[in-house]
């Protein structure tokens, strides 16, 4: 069973920065993409960013590529998001995401485990 927990989120005013870590439990995690989705009230979940198993490649959604970065330590099983010059429209609850594919992808359906998320709040 694999297990992913997300920490690291908190109350933070625009501009400002949080660091989200994810930590998985399972062997197998280096051969995996990972993804950071996020969920804001009233909205659907949608795709952040995303890294391949090696952390070669990385993608980000247009809304918050050049201000967040994702990186992983497979040694530390461990994927994390580094979110700098946080606005307010990034207010929303974080989670992290396995798919067993080397491919990154932003459709949710293609991530199989999920962690239970972190809730992110900027203010103004």
């Known amino acids: 069973q694999v297990q992913l927990v997300e920490s690291g989120g908190g109350l933070v005013q625009a501009g400002g920065s949080l660091r989200l870590s994810c930590a998985a439990s399972g062997r197998t995690f280096s051969r995996y993409t990972m993804g950071w989705f996020r969920r804001a009230p009233g909205k659907e979940r949608e795709f952040v960013a995303g890294?391949?198993?090696?952390?070669?490649?990385?993608y980000y959604s247009d809304s918050v590529k050049g201000r967040f970065t994702i990186s992983r330590d497979n040694a530390k099983i461990t994927v994390y998001l580094q979110m700098n010059s946080l606005k307010t429209e990034d207010t929303a609850v974080y989670y992290c995401a396995r798919r067993p594919s080397a491919v990154v992808t932003t459709v949710e359906e293609a991530y199989d485990y999920w962690g239970q998320g972190t809730q992110v709040t900027v203010s103004s």
């Open positions: 890294s391949s198993w090696s952390g070669g490649r990385t």
